[in-house]
């Protein structure tokens, strides 16, 4: 990070109040340049030309269901697909680390800074990374669905990051964006370090639709940061399932491999 910029960003945070940290923080960032979260070069963006080649981009053979990345081809479902079949029809991640390695990896880094330092700034390039590896055909979806927070996490975070990285594939395959089309009903804790089984306990009927929206015969793309164990994306999908969707496919920006 530029020092100039750091050092801006910590005196706002010490004498502004949260609910203008966010416009600050913007400011702060059209004013330095951008430096690579990872390496802290100068770069364009959240990551720069070194560290991305350094990114372990997704690609097939994966499984055909849930995106998971297989050893040897052809793409086939994996096991658990087979045996558990999600709601959606296809889940893809354009990159993937593993959770040990998420504080070298460079994307990983990037989402958590998004994430958890709200540096909302990030979000334009990484969701600009989402629409070049685009993995769906355009014209494959009506509606684009973030991933909902809650209420409460949605005010402590001042904004909804799986909305920010929909934003540029959907404007560049022309994919109408519904920010309130799900509404997330239970402030569920936090996923990491939840076995697969609490995983789903956890985000199980955390999700509707909300009143009045109607989808019965649309394709929807949810759009998330981060899967783990798919359980979230598999709750979202069956909630638009029960209210008639023709399809849903999913797209993350990251496959945080446990296996």
Same mark, same amino acid.
């Given at each position: 990070?530029? =020092?100039?910029?750091?050092?801006?960003?910590?005196?706002?945070?010490?004498?502004?109040?949260?609910?203008?940290?966010?416009?600050?923080?913007?400011?702060?960032?059209?004013?330095?340049?951008?430096?690579?979260?990872?390496?802290?070069? =100068?770069?364009?963006?959240?990551?720069?030309?070194?560290?991305?080649?350094? !990114?372990?981009?997704?690609?097939? *053979?994966?499984?055909?269901?849930?995106?998971?990345?297989?050893?040897?081809?052809?793409?086939? &479902?994996?096991?658990?697909?087979?045996?558990?079949? &999600?709601?959606?029809?296809?889940?893809?991640?354009?990159?993937? @680390?593993?959770?040990? /390695?998420?504080?070298?990896? &460079?994307?990983?880094?990037?989402?958590?800074?998004?994430? @958890?330092?709200?540096?909302?700034?990030?979000?334009?390039?990484?969701?600009?990374?989402?629409?070049?590896?685009?993995?769906?055909?355009?014209?494959?979806?009506?509606?684009?669905?973030?991933? &909902?927070?809650?209420?409460?996490?949605?005010?402590?975070?001042?904004?909804?990051?799986?909305?920010?990285?929909? $934003?540029?594939?959907?404007?560049?395959?022309?994919?109408?964006? /519904?920010?309130?089309?799900?509404?997330?009903?239970?402030?569920?804790? =936090?996923? !990491?370090?939840?076995?697969?089984?609490?995983?789903?306990?956890?985000?199980?009927?955390?999700?509707?639709?909300? *009143?009045? $929206?109607?989808?019965?015969?649309?394709?929807?793309?949810?759009?998330?940061?981060?899967?783990?164990?798919?359980?979230?994306?598999?709750?979202?999908?069956? !909630?638009?399932?029960?209210?008639?969707?023709?399809?849903?496919?999913?797209?993350?920006?990251?496959?945080?491999?446990?296996?």
């Amino acid at each position: 990070m530029n =020092p100039r910029r750091g050092e801006v960003l910590r005196r706002m945070h010490d004498t502004i109040p949260r609910a203008a940290r966010a416009i600050a923080r913007g400011v702060a960032d059209g004013l330095f340049p951008w430096f690579c979260i990872a390496c802290a070069a =100068p770069a364009d963006g959240a990551l720069c030309a070194a560290c991305l080649t350094r !990114v372990r981009w997704i690609g097939e *053979p994966w499984c055909t269901r849930c995106g998971l990345p297989m050893a040897s081809p052809p793409s086939h &479902p994996c096991a658990r697909c087979a045996a558990d079949p &999600p709601a959606f029809e296809r889940l893809r991640a354009i990159a993937c @680390y593993r959770p040990a /390695d998420e504080e070298g990896d &460079p994307l990983g880094l990037a989402l958590r800074a998004l994430k @958890y330092a709200r540096r909302r700034a990030l979000a334009r390039s990484l969701s600009e990374l989402l629409a070049e590896r685009f993995p769906f055909a355009a014209g494959d979806h009506d509606i684009a669905a973030p991933v &909902p927070l809650h209420v409460a996490r949605l005010r402590e975070r001042g904004f909804n990051q799986a909305l920010l990285l929909a $934003r540029a594939p959907a404007r560049r395959f022309g994919i109408r964006v /519904d920010a309130g089309l799900l509404i997330r009903l239970r402030d569920t804790p =936090p996923q !990491v370090g939840l076995t697969e089984a609490d995983r789903r306990r956890n985000v199980r009927r955390a999700f509707a639709v909300r *009143p009045g $929206r109607s989808v019965k015969g649309l394709r929807i793309l949810l759009i998330d940061d981060v899967c783990t164990s798919a359980a979230t994306a598999r709750a979202c999908a069956a !909630v638009l399932r029960e209210h008639g969707v023709a399809s849903v496919d999913v797209l993350v920006a990251a496959r945080a491999l446990t296996r």
